[in-house]
């Protein structure tokens, strides 16, 4: 059904579920989809249940470039060639690429590669992503990232990049004798349901930001990654895998280098592919607005699936906010 809504513009009438007040949230999604781009999808999931799904100026199945949120998938993926025994958290990556060895980054381990502790200093998030999109192949890639220069020991230092992620992605197509792409879809994308998510059609995949989902193939990544690894009574990833990648790696002893998280956010952990925000609650907020995240102490998942490149503090504090007002409706 379709109602008017943000001056007479159309949008889908939300669903949610009766014994549950979500007017707030609807209230929010009014006066922040301007602010987000002009469209905006969200859906809540509870115990197995949609409870709130609503579309703003589209449909649900709007399909979109969801940036950062990508690294969530990529390190899912890494975890199901470690669940199998193909690989191990503490491999060391000059073992399956000698290239990093030969610039003296032999010794970081798949698992610093998983949580943005390389010690390697990159370009800043967009520039290097606009620079990788120029790549032809992986080699290419990683004979690229092998030239950067190290700003730390591995393990400490804490730069949250493209570079780890792109190695870790190397080192699963030379396991798997596959492009990431492929592997992606057989592991993680068809298992899921997830048929209209994937790494573009490029000739190199970018595993840390270089996704295309929808909101409702997203939804069903959170549901396996709440659910422990399950997914409609299938099991795609071990619980203790769920448990390491929402471990927090940024101890004491580890100097932030960069970071995207502001005080909006409050103090921040990261696992792998994925923030640590709070108790039981991990995101992976993309830089284009998609916001996931999943409270495993209130039993639920969350997507927002926007389109917009203004973000910084604003845009943390706005997630902030849309994450108090879902809660308090599933209270």
Same mark, same amino acid.
């Given at each position: 059904m379709l109602v008017f809504g943000l001056s007479g513009v159309v949008q889908a009438?939300?669903?949610a579920s009766a014994s549950r007040d979500f007017s707030k949230v609807d209230a929010w999604l009014e006066a922040n989809t301007r602010k987000m781009g002009g469209r905006a999808v969200l859906m809540v999931e509870k115990d197995g249940k949609i409870v709130y799904s609503r579309a703003v100026n589209g449909g649900e199945e709007w399909r979109?470039?969801?940036?950062?949120?990508?690294?969530?998938?990529s390190a899912a993926l890494v975890m199901t060639f470690v669940d199998e025994g193909k690989l191990r958290l503490d491999d060391t990556v000059g073992y399956y690429l000698p290239v990093l060895s030969a610039h003296g980054k032999g010794q970081i381990t798949v698992r610093q590669c998983l949580s943005h502790?390389?010690?390697? @200093?990159e370009l800043p998030l967009r520039q290097s992503l606009a620079e990788m999109r120029g790549i032809r192949t992986m080699d290419e890639a990683i004979e690229k990232i092998a030239e950067m220069t190290m700003e730390g020991a591995p393990g400490t230092v804490f730069h949250y990049s493209n570079a780890g992620l792109q190695i870790a992605g190397a080192i699963l197509e030379k396991i798997g004798g596959k492009s990431f792409g492929q592997l992606f879809l057989e592991r993680i994308a068809q298992p899921l349901g997830m048929a209209n998510t994937d790494f573009g059609r490029g000739p190199v995949a970018l595993p840390a930001g270089g996704a295309n989902s929808t909101t409702g193939d997203y939804m069903h990544f959170l549901e396996?990654?709440?659910?422990?690894?399950?997914?409609?009574?299938?099991?795609?990833?071990?619980?203790?895998?769920?448990? @390491?990648?929402?471990l927090d790696r940024l101890g004491p002893d580890v100097r932030i280098g960069y970071s995207p998280a502001s005080g909006a956010m409050g103090k921040v952990g990261y696992g792998y592919g994925e923030w640590i925000m709070g108790p039981?609650?991990?995101s992976s907020p993309g830089l284009f607005g998609a916001f996931p995240w999943v409270d495993n102490r209130r039993g639920y998942c969350a997507f927002l699936m926007a389109y917009y490149l203004l973000g910084g503090q604003e845009k943390q504090e706005r997630d902030m906010e849309l994450i108090g007002l879902v809660n308090e409706a599933l209270q």
């Open positions: 009438q939300p669903v979109a470039p969801i940036a950062s949120c990508s690294k969530w998938l502790l390389t010690g390697i @200093e396996m990654i709440r659910n422990k690894g399950m997914y409609n009574g299938v099991r795609i990833l071990r619980a203790s895998s769920i448990d @390491e990648m929402q039981g609650v991990v």
